[in-house]
């Protein structure tokens, strides 16, 4: 028997090591199966090297100190995390920590997370799981937290979650599950927080869940639970937030019989419940939110509800509420914040000491029967972001001073009896964004042309007041409009054409008025525009047709006598085939006006030519000059026979070179063409063709050209241009140690200059030069720098004239439509360009 024992213990330690090798091997097998199951974009599983032991430092992955190589806690939270949960997860069977939250894991939870004895903290939240939570959970005994929250999770509470001993929190918001809640949640006397927010529960409370003596958090916002609220949790030593809020709950407020109540936060809104509100609430003196708006509550609020001083967010709205609002509440609620008293019975005036309410952020007691103007005091609310007044009897003229609420975002005075005219101040708020509704009132005078200050309004409503006069023009500087509601006023004269500039509209409505003219053509090229009223106006013509004008239920223009329109559809009378060739004439006349008016100065400037001829020959001679003819010869000289010291650059069709004439104060630059590259011939001609329809300062201006034949009987090309001493504009943006010199980068002025005169000579191009052209190889190297760094265009071979361009892509089925630049690259110039023509043919 000794020898046995000594035997033994000799074998003992060999013993160990193999026992810990193969729990190890079980360890180690189970997270190469996690490995299998899933996959990350962040690749930090790449580092789980499959013939590692030393798993202990893979990344997320924690060991017990205890127990060596055993695998105690897996965190991989935010890791874009795709893939599901294994069940070879079970063997880890000493992991006690599983936080998986803020990934893309899909599928079901699996059952075997019921085999990990040890579990004490699980958080699968904000991921895709869906399925119903496994029943198994219950077995993990010594389960303290549970948050599989945000996810598309379905069926019911699991009954024996309400089971286990250890629970401290358990959220669950935002799935889809039914039912009751569990009868023994609540029975554990660790549960701290239950958070079961915005699902679809159904049933009451269940009673030991509010008797709980631990409980702080108890949040079931946004189901179908019913019932009464129990009245011991109106009355819990522990509870520090009840959201009930979104429910179906009926009868009243229960009654709180202690006094230093630790409650914060108090959401009862959106119910069923009736009543008076009582007067014990008082005894919430910790109370930061209240919230018992949308109910049907009745009856005058306890002037002791005014005076918990820590509240910060008071809901009473959509209720029955009676009564003045106390004039003290500007000094027994100091943190107020949020304060909405909407859709009630309050009436009297308000309160001026409301000035006094420093923080507060949204004010809104709209729709109530008060009376009195706005207290002037209003304007020291220098936090005020909201203020909603409409639907009141309020009167008298709107202050000023909201103009030094300079935080203000969104202003309702709407269906009052305000008279008078808009304060200027009020067009000073840069910060008034979601809107300002003046609308239903007694307002009169003209619209102030200052409202351009209003430069980030959304939503703008004046209708239904006495206004007169003209829309100024300045209304078009509020391009962020998307809401314009300007009827039932006594408006004239035309719809400005600034409006064109009010590309985002979405509705306009100008109805009921006494504006004149025709309807402008550019409301049917706005895109977004939704909803268009012009009825009940002096509006004259021919409808537009393109855009909204092809909907007839989203254009409204009946009243209007002189209208005609296209389509029937529209409910006007169709406009003649007088109408259309009085059209006809018109465009004709705006043609042939100006050029018969222009026939009596060209007269008299023929008179004046024939009576100086001597002066004229003598201006000629000096125009002349610079534009005389220049032989291969010359430019020959100029350039010391095409010298490299005087190569400025060289591109695909052709090579610059520096030159200097005898005739030429400054210096020019020669463009040689390399005739025998396919398309140079082209090139040279485009530029010739567009260099000579076109004048502008920021184009580099053409001197002359060359076109002849070199001694040995090749043709040759060139044009003499100006030259641009500062280089292009690439060997600024991409410097290098070359003859320029050492810089210094562009300043942020100089970028904005050169950007702007690039783009006024696209403009040039696009829209005044005639015809249209497209530069089509737009990009740093062919834009060159005067003296004084102003930028000029350069390189027209790839230009485009956009009507002949137009006119083949219609007539020819060979055309081809594509980008156009340089091999090996293409700016976005040209693809600009490209999608130019390609309007153009449309």
Known sequence: MPLAIFLLTLAAPSLGVTYLHDVSNTDLQGLLCLKLHLFSSARFLTSWKNDSMQFCSWFGVSCSKRHPSRVVALDFESLDLHGQIPSCISNLTFVTR??????????????????????????????????????????????????????????????????????????????????????????????????????????????????????????????????????????????????????????????????????????????????????????????????LGDNNFHGTVPASLY??????????????????????????????????????????????????????????????????????????????????????????????????????????????????????????????????DLSHNQLSGNIPPEISGLINLGTLSISNNQFSGKIPSTLGECVHLEYLHMKANLLDGRIPESFTNL??????????????????????????????????????????????????????????????????????????????????????????????LAVIPLSCFMVILLTKTKKVKQVAQQRNKGLKKLSLTDLVRATDNFSSANLIGSGRYGSVYRARFESEEHTVAVKVFKLDQLGAPKSFLAECKALRNTRHRNLVRVITACSTYDPTGYEFKALVLECMPNGSLESWLYPKLNKYGLRRPLSLSSRIVIAMDIASALDYLHNHCSPPMAHCDLKPSNVLLDDVMGARLADFGLAKFLQSFSYSCRHSSTSILGPRGSIGYIAPGALFSFKEKTFSTS
């Open 98 to 291: 599983i936080h998986l939250p803020n990934n893309k894991l899909s599928g079901q939870i699996t059952t075997e997370l019921g085999q990990l004895s040890r579990l004490q903290y699980l958080n699968l939240s904000s991921n895709n799981l869906g399925g119903k939570i496994p029943g198994t959970l219950s077995s993990c005994s010594r389960l303290q937290i549970i948050d599989l929250a945000l996810n598309s999770l379905s069926g019911s509470i699991p009954e024996g979650l309400g089971t286990l001993t250890s629970l401290s929190v358990l959220r669950l918001t935002g799935n889809n599950l039914m039912g009751n809640i569990p009868l023994p949640l609540g029975s554990s006397s660790s549960l701290i927080s239950v958070i079961l927010t915005n699902n679809s529960l159904t049933g009451p409370i269940p009673p030991l869940l509010t008797n709980s003596s631990s409980l702080q958090v108890l949040a079931l916002t946004k189901n179908h639970l019913s019932g009464e609220i129990p009245s011991p949790l109106f009355n819990s030593t522990s509870l520090q937030k009840l959201a009930l809020g979104l429910n179906s709950f009926v009868g009243s407020i229960p009654t709180c019989t202690i006094n230093g109540s630790p409650l914060q936060y108090l959401i009862l809104q959106s119910n069923n419940l009736a009543g008076t509100v009582p007067s014990t609430l008082r005894n919430f003196t910790s109370l930061l939110w209240l919230l």
């Open 503 to 596: 590309r985002g509209i979405i509705v306009l409505d100008i109805s009921q008025n006494n504006l004149s003219g025709k309807i402008p053509e550019f409301l049917e090229t706005f895109s977004d525009i939704e909803f268009l009223n012009l009825s009940f106006n002096n509006l004259e013509g021919p409808v537009p047709t393109g855009g909204i004008f092809h909907n007839s239920s989203e254009v409204f223009l009946q009243g209007n006598k002189k209208l005609c329109a296209s389509s029937p559809l529209l409910q006007l009378p169709l406009c003649s085939s007088k109408t259309s060739k009085k059209r006809q004439a018109l465009r004709i006349l705006k043609i042939v006006g100006p050029v018969s």
């Open 307 to 436: 005076n918990l001083s820590a509240l910060t967010y008071l809901g009473m709205g959509n209720n029955s509420f009676t009564g003045e609002i106390p004039s003290s509440i500007g000094y027994t609620l100091p943190s107020i914040q949020i304060l909405i008293l909407q859709e009630n019975l309050f009436q009297g005036n308000l309160p001026s000491s409301l000035g006094n309410l420093q923080n507060l952020f949204l004010l809104s007691i709209s729709q109530n029967n008060l009376s009195g103007q706005i207290p002037l005091s209003i304007s020291n609310l220098s936090q005020l972001n909201e203020l909603h007044l409409q639907e009141n009897n309020l009167s008298g003229p709107i202050p000023g001073g909201l103009g030094r609420c300079k935080n203000l975002e969104a202003l309702n005075l709407s269906s009052n009896s305000f008279h008078g005219s808009i304060p200027i101040e009020l067009f000073t708020l840069l910060s008034l964004s979601k809107g300002l």
